[in-house]
C-alpha cells in the first residue's frame, strides 16, 4: 500500500525552528517528486514546497530562504526544516505525492498524508 | 494568495447537479497545464477527486466530472448526494511563481 506518515508537528515560539518528516512507503521513493502543502486553520491549501525526482527544489514566495525541503532516499522519508517560524506559519502540514513518474511538475498529488500540525505561538 | 479562482459556497438538493468553476490565466492553465481536483472532508486530508483535467481515479463515482476550457476548468457533481458535502479545490500549476504549483482558493459545497 502506498503511504505518506508524517510527524514532527507541534507548538514553537515565533522565531524557533522545527523539521517536519514524511515515511513513504509502497513506491519507489526517490523517482517520484514530493511536496509538502499547508492549510491554516479554516483556511484553504497553501502550496509551501516541492523536490523533484532530480533533486531540485522549488519554495512559495511566502516560505523562501526560511524553510528547506530535503530527502534521504535510504530513510524514503521526505523532510521540511522550517527556520524563523511566524505566527502566519500555523497550519495543518500535508506531504504529497505527484502523480507521474520521473516527471516536473509532477500531474496531480495523488497520495497524501494525514497531515501535521505546527503551532506558532508565544 | 491564490491566482486560481473558486466559488466560496455553491449548494444544491439531493439528486441536482452542481458546478463548481477554476478560473485561472495565460500563465497557469492557459498555458496548457492540467487541471486536477482533490475533496476535502471535514477533518480529514485532501483527496484525488479528478486528475489530467477529467479523469477520475478508480474508485471515484461517475457522478463526478471534470473539464477544462482556454483559462478555466470546471467539476461538475451529478446527482448530489449527503455524502458529497465537503470543500473542493483546483490545482495546477504556473510559470509566473518562483514556486510552480497553485492551489484554487476552495469552494464548499452544501448539500439542502
Redesign the interface.
Given at each position: 500500500e502506498v503511504q505518506l506518515v508524517e510527524s514532527g508537528g507541534g507548538l514553537e515560539q515565533p522565531g524557533g525552528s522545527l523539521r517536519l518528516s514524511c515515511a513513504a512507503s509502497g513506491f519507489t521513493f526517490n523517482t517520484y517528486a514530493l511536496?509538502w502543502?499547508r492549510q491554516a486553520p479554516g483556511k484553504?491549501?497553501?502550496?509551501v514546497?516541492?523536490i523533484s525526482p532530480g533533486g531540485s527544489t522549488?519554495?512559495?514566495?511566502s516560505v523562501?530562504g526560511r524553510f528547506t525541503i530535503s530527502r534521504d532516499s535510504s530513510k524514503s522519508t521526505l523532510y521540511l526544516q522550517m527556520n524563523s517560524l511566524r505566527a502566519d506559519d500555523t497550519a495543518v502540514y500535508?506531504c504529497a505525492k505527484g502523480?507521474i513518474q520521473w516527471e516536473f511538475?509532477p500531474?496531480?498529488?495523488?497520495i497524501?498524508?494525514?497531515?501535521t500540525m505546527v503551532t506558532v505561538s508565544s | 494568495q491564490s491566482v486560481l479562482t473558486q466559488p466560496p459556497s455553491v449548494s444544491g438538493a439531493p439528486g441536482q447537479r452542481v458546478t463548481i468553476s477554476c478560473t485561472g490565466n495565460s500563465f497557469n492553465i492557459g498555458t496548457g497545464y492540467d487541471v486536477h481536483w482533490y475533496q476535502q472532508l471535514r477533518g480529514t486530508a485532501p483527496k484525488l477527486l479528478i486528475y489530467g483535467n477529467g479523469n477520475r481515479p478508480s474508485g471515484v463515482p461517475d457522478r463526478f466530472s471534470g473539464s477544462k476550457s482556454g483559462t478555466s476548468a470546471s467539476l461538475a457533481i451529478t446527482g448530489l448526494q449527503a455524502e458529497d458535502e465537503a470543500d473542493y479545490y483546483c490545482q495546477s500549476y504556473d510559470t509566473s511563481l518562483s514556486g510552480p504549483c497553485v492551489f484554487g482558493t476552495g469552494t464548499k459545497v452544501t448539500v439542502l
Open positions: 511536496s502543502v484553504g491549501l497553501e502550496w514546497s516541492a522549488y519554495y512559495a514566495d523562501k500535508y502523480e511538475p500531474g496531480a498529488f495523488d497524501w498524508g494525514q497531515g | -
